[in-house]
């Protein structure tokens, strides 16, 4: 069973916002990266943006100055607030967490379901 529970997708017109959530769905565990991908019909998923325990993120070079990615105070839920939405940014976006080492070897990770958002032009 997938602990994560992604919310906030849509349909929305060109220019729009909306705003991802992601948070577990029960259980309790450890992770030091976060992040949301995206996979359009026919591609392969793709890193969106991804913010790691240090508050360091990173964000895919064609929402850079649109989307932002954070969490909350108890650095729980991961949020994407994405703005002046483009018809490419359509997919399904999952949300990932994991606990990545130093090495950058993967201890475990966790996806969720998906959130479908299409942005119509």
């Known amino acids: 069973q997938v602990p994560l529970v992604e919310s906030g997708g849509g349909l929305v017109q060109a220019g729009g916002s909306l705003r991802l959530s992601c948070v577990p769905s029960g259980g309790v565990f450890t992770v030091n990266s976060r992040g949301w991908y995206r996979q359009a019909p026919g591609k392969e998923r793709e890193m969106v943006a991804t913010?790691?325990?240090?508050?360091?993120?990173n964000y895919a070079a064609n929402v850079k100055g649109r989307f932002a990615i954070s969490t909350d105070y108890a650095r729980k839920t991961v949020y994407l607030q994405m703005n002046g939405l483009k018809a490419e940014n359509s997919g399904l976006y999952f949300c990932h967490v994991g606990w990545v080492r130093e090495d950058g070897d993967v201890g475990y990770e966790y996806w969720g379901r998906g959130t479908q958002v299409t942005v119509s032009s």
């Open positions: 913010i790691t325990e240090d508050g360091s993120i």
